[in-house]
């Protein structure tokens, strides 16, 4: 059915669907849109949230939209704070679906963000390819050996 | 590991994200779409309002939807959105940036979805209406399909509302425009959005016009489209557009179209998946018997002698010889 051969991961016929947001009072959306336009040209079909998103928002997002992957963009240094929170929300929503950051965050609290539950951390000047490349690979990591919609 | 029934009974008892998986299965197609729609067959009775909501690309129409939205869930409805926005031809992707506009306004009063075209216009036609119902069985209504009006796919996918909405913005172009065979056609209610800009009231002078001239030349029918004045960033005139599609779906209950309405639906829907089987049908004769283009290729063959061949052996069953 699908047009997007670059999209799809082993098991799955749909393009993968990507919720992308910010979450709280971190204006700097630039970055955001700039990726949003990256997954497309992988063949992603994103979800734009855009600006001010809660935990609450996006999980609503991820339920009525079927997201395989969040990805969020954080550039205030909230990152440590609100990674838990996500992936306890997450958690709490019953949901499987793992979570890509990339922002200003620094090497040293990418094992930390890991050990949290983060699928994987994107850091400012990573390619377009290396954008794809992991949120595809946070699909993939999910998913197991398990077929698309479990 | 998660079976369709048991999707729809969770969907069913309010749970958001079964809903969101049976959305899936059916906007894929198949065999799994095919199991959900059979399912909800019996679900459906056609009843919840269907509003199409279309215009040019920019014109405000997520951020009106947004605040319409919010005026059904305050008069006791149970809103679900159905936003179509086009897939990269090239690559697949797409950005779906409706919900962001409704998101603020309608908070979660809504259950919305973002539909991506995928490049099959024939498989939007299906999972367009088969997500409708998905909705109703769910407990719904009123339904609001939400597309861009650039093309015939877009008109097609309002033709499945009961109300059609039209949004124009100032600076459309002048009557000429206003005059050209399209979209404006199709608009049981106008909308004039960006009303607080400059021009909004030529926008509306102009559209007054076509619709006199559908009088003039006996085309239009009995109903004239409402033109509203509205301004979607703060909210302002959505109540009368609510109004509008209210008076719309009152003209069509008196007057029996809604009942004509639903039915020309029906036998669209099929007219499209029949049309749909016969498109895989030639693709896959294409492509498995690759020979019958020989002579076309070769120029011997103009393409329509081949292709009225083709069509030929293909309708009538016949073996390719």
Known sequence: MTDSPQAAVAGRTAPIRVVLAKLGLDGHDRGLKVVARMLRDAGMEVIYLGLRQTTDTVIAAVEQEDADVIGLSMHNAGHLALAPRIVQAVSDAGLDVPVVIGGIVPEADVSALKEMGISAVLHPGASAVAVGEAVREAVRGSLGDQPVHD | ?321
């Open chain 2, 1 to 321: 590991m998660t079976e369709p029934g048991d999707l729809l009974e969770r969907a069913i008892a309010g749970e958001r994200r079964a809903l969101g998986r049976l959305l899936s299965l059916v906007e894929q197609g198949g065999e799994a779409a095919d199991e959900v729609a059979e399912m909800v067959h019996d679900r459906t009775p056609g009843e919840a309002p269907v509003i199409g909501v279309t215009g040019a690309p920019g014109t405000g129409k997520s951020t009106l939807v947004g605040h319409l939205v919010k005026e059904m869930a305050g008069t006791g409805g149970q809103p679900a959105v159905l936003a179509v926005d086009p897939s990269s031809p090239l690559t697949g992707g797409a950005i779906l940036g409706d919900r962001i506009r409704m998101d603020g306004v309608a908070g979660g009063r809504a259950f919305i979805r973002s539909m991506a075209t995928r490049g099959h216009a024939g498989g939007l036609a299906l999972a367009v209406p088969a997500a409708l119902r998905l909705f109703e069985a769910c407990g719904f209504g009123p339904l609001v399909v939400e597309t861009v009006g650039v093309g015939q796919v877009e008109v097609d996918v309002t033709r499945t509302a009961d109300t059609t909405v039209v949004l124009v913005a100032p600076g459309m172009g002048d009557a000429v425009q206003a005059n050209k065979a399209g979209l404006l056609e199709v608009a049981d209610v106008l909308v004039v959005n960006k009303a607080d800009r400059p021009g909004a009231d030529d926008t509306r002078r102009d559209l007054e016009h076509m619709l006199d001239l559908g009088r003039i030349t006996g085309l239009a029918q009995d109903w004239r489209p409402n033109i509203i004045m509205t301004t979607a960033t703060t909210g302002t005139g959505a109540d009368q557009v609510q109004n509008a599609i209210q008076a719309h779906r009152e003209h069509l209950t008196e007057t029996g179209q809604l009942e004509a309405r639903r039915r020309s639906r029906i036998h669209q829907e099929v007219l499209d998946r029949v049309t749909q089987e016969l498109d895989a049908a030639a693709s896959q004769y294409l492509s498995t018997q690759p020979a019958v283009l020989t002579e076309a290729l070769a120029g011997r063959s103009t393409p329509a002698a081949t292709a009225a061949k083709i069509s030929k052996r293909l309708l009538s069953n016949q073996p390719p010889s």
